[in-house]
């Protein structure tokens, strides 16, 4: 009963140290309420030039829609480079900022003394996505009404539940790789060029803004094994087409498995990198 009580209160002191570095990364949050302005501009100005690029290949008569049609499955281009897009952006600011998430402590001198905390030292990293996961709710809100406002596309349409679903399914994904990336910052002392290759990448192999299919196959390989890929497909298929459950099953079934890979992989580039950082002494160093 006494070693119950200890697992008790240990879990207890988890949730505790949780709860007070996501309290403590929404009052940064606060404190700069210029950052909200970004939500409101990027959704919009960041898919503008893809969508005239598309515009202007389609034709002024539209006459290589057909064309994309067969590829995409829809003939709704906007709609096609707007989920592209906003999925693509989310994961750009989770990389920026779950990957400086340790190194802005590191930078702000704080981080030796929080890990002299009697938690967890995951809790460090976990705890200040919890607000990030709900400023990232709500920068997605924002940008399906401001497409629907200024590009006519109805995100929030179809099966608003497989949506969600898809949707739940993807963030540990997201997150977990931000946890990684986060990790190597504090044994590379930089993010910028990380941030750009990791991105590019996605970019380039996940269809953000065209059909898998003009990719060459052994890209399209690639692409199979990035969990963006399923979501943005299933997105674009609900959202667009009226797909089903069960027209999108393989794809759920595969974001799943990314769902317990990536959390698990992030923690695992933690726990090596977080050894290798006590060990050299790289906590201390800027």
């Not at 949780?18 to 919009?44: D, G, H, Q, T």
């Not at 890990?115 to 990030?132: A, D, E, Q, Y």
């Not at 986060?182 to 990380?194: H, T, Y």
Request: proline share 5%; aromatic share 14%.
């Amino acid at each position: 009963m006494h070693s119950s009580i200890l697992v008790q209160r240990s879990v207890g002191s988890e949730l505790r140290a949780l709860l007070a570095m996501a309290r403590k990364e929404w009052i940064i949050f606060r404190r700069y309420p210029s950052w909200v302005i970004a939500f409101f501009i990027w959704p919009v100005l960041s898919p503008m030039g893809y969508i005239f690029s598309a515009r202007a290949l389609s034709g002024p008569d539209g006459s290589a829609l057909p064309a994309f049609s067969r590829l995409a499955g829809t003939s709704d281009y906007v709609g096609f480079v707007v989920v592209g897009s906003i999925l693509w952006m989310w994961l750009n600011m989770t990389l920026w900022d779950v990957g400086f998430q340790l190194r802005n402590e590191q930078m702000r001198g704080t981080l030796e003394s929080n890990w002299l905390c009697p938690v967890w030292r995951i809790s460090i990293l976990v705890g200040p996505n919890l607000t990030k996961i709900m400023t990232m709710l709500f920068f997605l809100t924002v940008a399906a009404l401001e497409f629907r406002l200024f590009f006519g596309v109805q995100l929030l349409q179809g099966n608003i539940a497989l949506l969600l679903l898809i949707l739940f399914l993807v963030i540990p994904s997201i997150y977990g790789l931000g946890m990684a990336f986060g990790s190597l910052v504090i044994r590379f002392k930089e993010a910028n060029a990380m941030v750009f290759l990791v991105r590019g990448i996605f970019m380039v192999f996940c269809g953000i803004t065209y059909p898998l299919e003009v990719l060459p196959p052994w890209m399209r390989s690639i692409a199979m094994v990035l969990p963006l890929t399923y979501a943005i497909r299933d997105v674009r298929a609900v959202a667009l087409a009226n797909a089903t459950y069960v027209d999108i099953l393989p794809d759920l079934q595969k974001l799943a498995l990314f769902a317990l890979i990536m959390p698990l992989l992030g923690w695992l580039t933690f726990y090596f990198t977080e050894r290798r950082a006590r060990q050299s002494g790289a906590l201390g160093q800027h």
